[in-house]
T-cell receptor, first 114, second 112 residues
Framework: NAGVMQNPRHLVRRRGQEARLRCSPMKGHSHVYWYRQLPEEGLKFMVYLQKENIIDESGMPKERFSAEFPKEGPSILRIQQVVRGDSAAYFC????????????FGQGTRLTVV | KQEVTQIPAALSVPEGENLVLNCSFTDSAIYNLQWFRQDPGKGLTSLLLIQSSQREQTSGRLNASLDKSSGRSTLYIAASQPGDSATYLCAVGSSNTGKLIFGQGTTLQVKP
């Protein structure tokens, strides 16, 4: 059973470009969470999705950021018109249930905006 | 609003020592608490999950305790090894959506 798979591991984008980060949850997991780790800061929750639904997006910046988890395929975190402040490590976690279940994290995507 | 604090921020010990990492949270209404390990430039590895109804969990040389009423958890590492060097993160699940609130972490260095 492969773990949570994120790709790419490293992504470099110029200011103004779009960044697409992908996350495939563990087999059997239908709950996906995205977190962001800014330099010298802790991990912050961004969004929680189940298949085809956004359940909680209270941590998502209001503009330029969006997330989806389609019926088929990986979850996508999309950042439009990236700025230098978006440079961070973005982690995806999956779990088999909503509460009282263990969360498993991927290796992260390290986004650098130049 | 739930806040999670970890003390100390950094810790350096000689190999073989037993050590305790501390985590405190402001709202005792939690579902669970999870301890993770993060190596530099890597993802998070889950170490232990404690449900709100539990007092402690053990895995190998690791033991985590939970005192909900006082808003505290400790991670005890026995007979530390250089391979234990990493950042240890405490995360609290206090929402019915399952999202986690993380502390800033304790960076541990175990010297041979």
């Amino acid at each position: 059973n492969a773990g949570v798979m994120q790709n790419p591991r490293h992504l470099v984008r110029r200011r103004g470009q779009e960044a697409r980060l992908r996350c495939s949850p563990m087999k059997g997991h239908s709950h996906v969470y995205w977190y962001r780790q800014l330099p010298e800061e802790g991990l912050k929750f961004m969004v929680y999705l189940q298949k085809e639904n956004i359940i909680d997006e209270s941590g998502m910046p209001k503009e330029r950021f969006s997330a989806e988890f389609p019926k088929e395929g990986p979850s996508i975190l999309r950042i439009q018109q990236v700025v230098r402040g978006d440079s961070a490590a973005y982690f995806c976690a999956s779990s088999p249930g909503r509460v009282n279940t263990e969360a498993f994290f991927g290796q992260g995507t390290r986004l650098t905006v130049v | 609003k739930q806040e999670v604090t970890q003390i100390p921020a950094a810790l350096s010990v000689p190999e073989g020592e037993n050590l305790v990492l501390n985590c405190s949270f402001t709202d005792s209404a939690i579902y669970n608490l999870q301890w993770f390990r993060q190596d530099p430039g890597k993802g998070l590895t889950s170490l232990l999950l404690i449900q709100s109804s539990q007092r402690e969990q053990t895995s190998g040389r690791l033991n985590a305790s939970l005192d909900k009423s006082s808003g505290r958890s400790t991670l005890y590492i026995a007979a530390s090894q250089p391979g234990d060097s990493a950042t240890y993160l405490c995360a609290v699940g206090s929402s019915n959506t399952g999202k986690l609130i993380f502390g800033q972490g304790t960076t541990l260095q175990v010297k041979p």
